[in-house]
């Protein structure tokens, strides 16, 4: 018979002492590939929004949508790229909210959006504060929630070590995203007596522009003197409830009137703004010793895009721990409430395992037909084939989530196809003893060669298509027909390669 492409191909790697050092080069590159992958539970997929925030001091919500908000409707829909526009109109202010289309490129979207607005600000009318845009990303979404809980602190007391502890998580690296549920902010507020006010002559209005024009520093110039120049500033900012107390607000009678003597100034937490409670239900350990519910404060952190999420979450928790012995008092409870690392981790285990039980099962399949010879080829061909695509997705900026890996799992029973045909092929022929061995191997892989190289680009022109898909569903569900045609080409490549080597060895 003449030689084809396939039969070529197996020569060379059955004649070769270096397939056994490709095949263990192979495995190892390809498990090494699997520790270096980021995992997550979902793909990541690039939808570029924005929320676009504009202030018109003392205008309707009605005057507002007019003025403000329909000539920025007007103006982002004419930005390329722009998919959806959203706005809300509510007294003294709006909101724009700018979807792009799936799959633009974020850097470029939020650019052209950001000049489009300098560009046309003149349109605005007089008074409209300069918009503020805050961008938006599917790797927003928090993946690691820590809640502070005591039976002693109250919530501002857990919110002030909230903030020094968001601090230092923001030193880990690849950490996006930092945000607080529940806790309040120290406020100082001053309480005025109507009846003393009237008393004194003044009123609410000068007495808050007396302490706005009190709570500010300006530039008085510079003088220099011996080679030396000195900034010199007047004024200065209000810091205390003190400060505060001790304004001159007004002149009655000829004596000045002080803040303190027209109102109260309290220095504490601000008023809530949510509440924020722990409880254990019945189905946790601590639900015999802790009974109530307790104050608590919630941290959320999320990862920048393409970052491994376990090992981010391990970072974070493990340096949390450390912070317990100087900036987390003893009788504050850190608990992880959400943990999408392990989540994802867990998930991406049990894949992991399903596809392992999946080679297992055709293996023993192949052992019933061809023995267990022939069993132990396809054996080693299908892990290896596996390696490569592993390697594949590192290089590919992948990551190990539920498609990719589904992928796997998906294409385990077509991509021993040609290992099994390439084996079976030579199991027949070694038992026909008409040839030589060699010459019976490369006999049989010439004659299925050229049929299996069809069937396999068949399979994958069947499959990789899905990979074209529009709207949300293309780029979420794209690993997966290119992760199975990858993973069916390089079946390929196994079964021309390694798969003789080991069939001429074992069968």
Do not use: C
């Amino acid at each position: 018979m003449k030689e084809g492409l396939a039969g070529r191909i197996a020569k060379g790697f059955m004649n070769s002492k270096l397939t056994v050092l490709l095949m263990i080069v192979f495995m190892v590159v390809g498990v090494y590939s699997s520790f270096l992958i980021p995992r997550e539970e979902e793909p990541q997929i690039d939808v570029p929004m924005a929320d676009i925030f504009v202030g018109y001091p003392g205008a309707s919500p009605e005057e507002v949508e007019t003025r403000v908000i329909k000539p920025l409707e007007k103006l982002f829909s004419n930005i390329k790229g722009v998919e959806y526009i959203y706005s809300r109109s509510m007294e003294e202010k709006g909101m724009v909210i700018v979807q792009f289309y799936v799959g633009e490129d974020i850097e470029r979207s939020f650019v052209k959006l950001y000049n489009e607005i300098n560009k046309h600000m003149d349109i605005m009318p007089e008074g409209v504060t300069f918009p503020l845009v805050k961008t938006r990303a599917i790797d927003d979404v928090p993946m690691l929630s820590l809640t502070l809980w005591s039976e002693t602190y109250d919530d501002f007391q857990l919110g002030q070590i909230s903030q020094e502890l968001i601090t230092e998580i923001k030193k880990v690296e690849d950490v996006s995203i930092t945000s607080q549920l529940g806790g309040r902010d120290r406020e100082i507020r001053i309480v005025i007596d109507k009846d003393k006010l009237a008393a004194a002559g003044l009123d609410i209005l000068s007495v808050s522009q007396m302490i706005k024009s009190n709570s500010s520093q300006l530039n008085a110039g510079n003088i220099v003197k011996n080679d030396s120049e000195f900034s010199v500033r007047a004024g200065d900012f209000l810091k205390s409830a003190k400060d505060i107390e001790g304004l001159i607000v007004g002149v009655n009678n000829g004596h000045p009137v002080y803040l303190n003597q027209v109102a109260q100034v309290i220095d504490g937490p601000e008023l809530p703004k949510n509440y924020v409670y722990l409880g254990f239900g019945h189905a946790s350990s601590k639900k015999a010793e802790f009974q109530s519910e307790y104050p608590a404060v919630t941290i959320s952190i999320a990862k920048r895009k393409g970052a491994d999420a376990m090992k981010i979450a391990d970072i974070i928790i493990e340096k949390v721990d450390r912070l317990r012995s100087d900036l987390i008092p003893d009788d504050v409870q850190v608990e992880v409430t959400r943990n999408y690392g392990e989540t994802a981790s867990h998930k991406v285990s049990e894949l992991l395992m399903h596809l392992i039980g999946a080679i297992i099962a055709v293996t023993l399949v192949v052992m019933l037909a061809m023995g267990w010879r022939g069993g132990l080829v396809v054996f080693l061909s299908v892990p290896i084939t596996f390696a490569l695509t592993l390697l594949s997705y590192y290089m590919l900026d992948y990551t190990l989530n539920r498609i990719t890996l589904f992928a796997l799992v998906f294409v385990t029973g077509i991509v021993v196809d040609d290992s099994i045909i390439i084996a079976e092929n030579m199991h027949r022929h070694f038992k026909m003893k008409r040839l030589p061995f060699k010459q019976a191997a490369l006999y049989a892989i010439n004659e299925v060669g050229n049929p299996t190289i069809l069937a396999t680009f068949t399979v994958i022109a069947s499959v990789l298509p899905m990979a074209f898909v529009s709207g949300l569903m293309g780029p979420y569900m794209s690993p997966m027909p290119i992760g199975a045609s990858i993973a069916m080409l390089l079946s390929l490549f196994v079964a021309l390669t390694i798969t003789p080597y080991l069939g001429y060895i074992f069968l």
